[in-house]
Nanobody
């Protein structure tokens, strides 16, 4: 059974930082691209980032480019999202998702499993 468990969310002031983690199980973690998605209150799902199987290629939404960095440790089956200089508009539930291919795709990425999400709230 595929499982993805996110952690690391919380309340942070504007300009602050958070690091999200996602541990995968039930599949060969290193064989798939992985994604971070987010859904703001009352909003739709947005792709935040995607990273290829070996961590060498990553793409970001324009809204987070230069502030967020995704990485992975395949030995630990873990995906990370380092979020710096957070803004109020980053407030959302963040989900990690398993891609269906090995490589990260800049223009779009299909996924088949996602976790329960972790809440990030940016507020003064």
């Amino acid at each position: 059974e595929v499982q993805l468990v996110e952690s690391g969310g919380g309340l942070v002031h504007p300009g602050g930082s958070l690091r999200l983690s996602c541990v995968g199980s039930g599949f060969t973690f290193g064989d798939y691209a992985m994604m971070w998605l987010r859904q703001p209150p009352g909003g739709g799902l947005e792709r935040v980032s995607v990273i290829g199987w070996n961590g060498r290629t990553a793409y970001y939404a324009e809204s987070v480019q230069g502030r967020f960095t995704t990485s992975r440790d395949n030995a630990k089956n873990t995906l990370y999202l380092q979020m710096n200089n957070l803004r109020s508009e980053d407030t959302a539930t963040y989900y990690c998702a398993k891609g269906i291919t090995v490589f990260a795709n800049k223009s779009g990425q299909s996924y088949d499993y996602w976790g329960q999400g972790t809440q990030v709230t940016v507020s003064s």
